[in-house]
């Protein structure tokens, strides 16, 4: 079958596509600067901001893989935070504007949003149907997950993903979370004991893969690992792997938000979320203990 990934450049977009390319699928990008890619992924031209998108992309296409948004892990001015808010929403909302006035008959879509849907909580753990948070991260998620749920409206299947952290030497927390253990500065964030709902980059592509192939897949599924671990366990798991020592001090809060700013939400949110729903339509994890990812990983 032929899918378009919007945000195929990215991190788990990249993934996905050898992992679709290996089963013998044809793969096509919308990106906002199409270029050659290592994949020789055709790329054809779309712009949120503008409503722009190149057509030609829909052609025979059966599904849509949407995870284009800007990065979060830059600066938060509120011009920033209006701009990773509108690349989601706007760019759902082009995809099914498209599709709708074009009357392409695409089969799926698989969307991305993110466990930051939830609340921040120590003590929670969140099925798909607990309430969503208040925050910021929170909020865009919402609005995101409602741009996708205009597809099931009309008939076609859609799936939300909300994805935990990935964890993968090309990008994401992971390289940051591995560089100061490198040099012996290894340190917990804050308290350490937020819950941190970790998965090998493996693990999330093979799971947008498995919903986009899956027919009996539909609604919102948590995409983490199969259990949680807090900061403190992923951190000291790192210097285990990387055989380093781990005995500095907590990096305190009022730190992180000096260096950080609002951003500093991101590493401080606690969110423990339960994959069960997801296992139970049989996705088998590659990776299913933390040490066994971080070795294939870091190692
Ligand atoms: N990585 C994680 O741990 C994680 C966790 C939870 C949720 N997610 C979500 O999953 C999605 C994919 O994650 P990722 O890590 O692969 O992201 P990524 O590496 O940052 O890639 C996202 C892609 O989105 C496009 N993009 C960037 N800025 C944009 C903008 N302003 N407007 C429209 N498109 C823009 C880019 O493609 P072009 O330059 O080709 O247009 C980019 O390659 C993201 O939306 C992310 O928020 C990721």
Redesign the pocket.
Same mark, same amino acid.
């Given at each position: 079958m032929k899918v378009i990934i919007t /945000?195929g450049? @990215?991190? &788990? /977009?990249t993934e996905i596509s050898r992992q679709l390319l290996e089963k013998g699928h044809e793969v096509v990008?919308l %990106?906002?600067?199409p270029r050659s890619n290592k994949l020789n992924i055709k790329e054809y031209h779309w712009d *949120?901001d503008t409503a722009t998108i190149d057509l030609e992309a829909f052609k025979n296409t059966q599904g849509i893989i949407n995870? +284009? /948004? +800007? *990065? &979060?892990n830059k600066k938060w001015t509120p011009e920033y935070k209006s701009?990773i808010l509108r690349?989601?929403v706007d /760019?759902t909302r082009l995809l099914f504007d498209t599709i709708q006035s074009q009357q392409f008959p695409i089969d799926f879509l698989v969307s +991305?949003s993110? %466990?930051g849907y939830y609340a921040n909580s120590k003590e929670m753990e969140y099925k798909e149907d607990s309430p969503p948070g208040s925050d910021f991260l929170s909020v865009v998620c919402q609005k995101w997950e409602q741009e996708a749920q205009l597809f099931e409206k009309i008939g076609i299947r859609t799936v939300r993903l909300r994805?935990? &952290?990935?964890l993968s030497d090309a990008? @994401? +927390?992971l390289p940051e979370i591995a560089r100061p253990v490198r040099l012996g500065l290894g340190a917990p964030l804050g308290s350490g004991e937020q819950w941190m709902p970790w998965i090998h980059i493996k693990d999330i592509a093979a799971m947008f893969v498995w919903a986009a192939t899956q027919n009996t897949l539909s609604g919102v599924y948590n995409a983490g690992g199969p259990y949680n671990v807090t900061n403190e366990e992923l951190s000291k798991q790192v210097a285990r792997v990387l055989e380093k020592p781990f005995f500095m001090p907590n990096i305190p809060k009022f730190l992180l938000k000096l260096a950080l700013g609002e951003m500093a939400e991101t590493a401080l949110a606690s969110t423990k979320i339960n994959t069960d729903k997801i296992q139970a339509t049989g996705f088998k994890y590659t990776y299913p203990e933390l040490t066994g990812a971080l070795k294939d990983i870091l190692k």
């Open positions: /945000g450049t @990215g991190l &788990i /977009g990008y %990106s906002r600067h *949120p995870l +284009a /948004g +800007a *990065p &979060i701009e690349s989601r /760019g +991305a993110a %466990s994805v935990g &952290i990935v990008g @994401g +927390a």
